[in-house]
């Protein structure tokens, strides 16, 4: 659907990188918590033009920040589906946020996900309320 | 035989989308609409004759479970399909949106044959 390949793991970029897109959502549920999704500004371009059959060089600013907020929405639904298949999510719309000063956070660091696409890094956190889930977050990436 | 389809999402990209899988799948296209939520969704129907509706749950205004719930209630278009496509993945939810009248459910991310065969499937076009 994505036609996005993870060529390796990466390390997640560093706190406050300017050259990228971050979106997020929260998701009420048991438990409830919050998503992160961040892309290098190359990888959310080419990932939009795939997504939306464009030519990277004539995408708009507000289609790559479209396709990110649904990819950020489609990545986050499946996490959970696998987390807690039995139970229920409600996910927030997706925003494009900006000036994080701690992107990955320090609740979210250890459920952050990072892999090198070819046009730069995409990452995935995924932060929970309760301890519940912590041992399988991972897994569901 | 061609059809007429709806696609209601709130997301502008998502609706893009999902048009061009239909048709790069080489489902039977004659006619393809948008809605930006159930509300619009509802608006189109009231003006145009379509096969089957795509939706998407969680969008402004009237969602999908809404927009399922007035379709059931409308006698004329309470026969239309309604297909949800959705990264709600979760068992409660899709048994809770097939209790309300989807015939089919198609989970994001998908395949292009998942989606036109489920469309397929759902309008009873006959296995070549």
Redesign the interface.
Same mark, same amino acid.
Request: glycine share 6%; charged share 25%; aromatic share 10%.
């Given at each position: 659907? =994505?036609f996005l390949e993870a060529l390796a793991d990466a390390e997640p970029p560093a706190p406050g990188s300017a050259d990228g897109l971050t979106v997020q959502l929260r998701f009420d549920g048991d438990p409830p918590g919050l998503f992160r999704l961040g892309l290098a500004r190359a990888a959310a371009n080419a990932i939009?033009a795939d =997504?939306?059959?464009e030519d990277a060089e004539t995408l708009t600013a507000k289609?790559s920040q479209?396709?990110a907020? *649904?990819l950020a929405?489609?990545i986050?639904?499946?996490v959970?589906?696998r987390i *807690?298949?039995?139970?229920? =999510?409600?996910?927030s719309?997706p925003e494009i946020v900006t000036g994080l000063e701690l992107p990955w956070g320090a609740a979210a660091q250890a459920n952050a996900y990072s892999v090198e696409t070819g046009n730069g890094t995409l990452t995935a956190a995924i932060s929970m309320e309760t301890q519940a889930c912590q041992a399988t977050e991972k897994s569901a990436f | 035989m061609a059809y007429r389809v709806l696609i209601t999402d @709130?997301? $502008?990209?998502?609706r +893009?989308?999902v048009r %061009?899988?239909i048709e790069l799948s080489g489902f039977d296209l004659a006619a393809c609409f948008e809605a930006g939520d159930g509300a619009e969704a509802l608006d189109v129907l009231r003006e145009e004759w379509v096969d089957a509706i795509l939706t998407d749950i969680?969008m $402004?205004n009237v969602d999908g479970e809404e927009l399922l719930r007035r379709l059931a209630e409308d006698e004329m278009l309470r026969s239309i399909p309604a297909i949800v496509i #959705? +990264? @709600?993945?979760?068992? #409660? %939810?899709i048994a809770r949106l097939l209790a309300l009248g989807a015939r089919g459910y198609v +989970?994001? $991310?998908? %395949?292009p044959e998942t989606l036109r065969a489920e469309l397929e499937r759902t309008l009873g076009v006959p296995v070549e």
């Open positions: 659907m =994505f939009a =997504f939306l059959g289609q479209d396709v907020r *649904e929405n489609m986050c639904g499946a959970l589906s *807690e298949s039995r139970g229920s =999510f409600r996910l719309p | @709130d997301s $502008p990209a998502m +893009t989308f %061009r899988v969680n $402004p #959705s +990264t @709600d993945a979760t068992e #409660s %939810r +989970t994001k $991310p998908f %395949r």
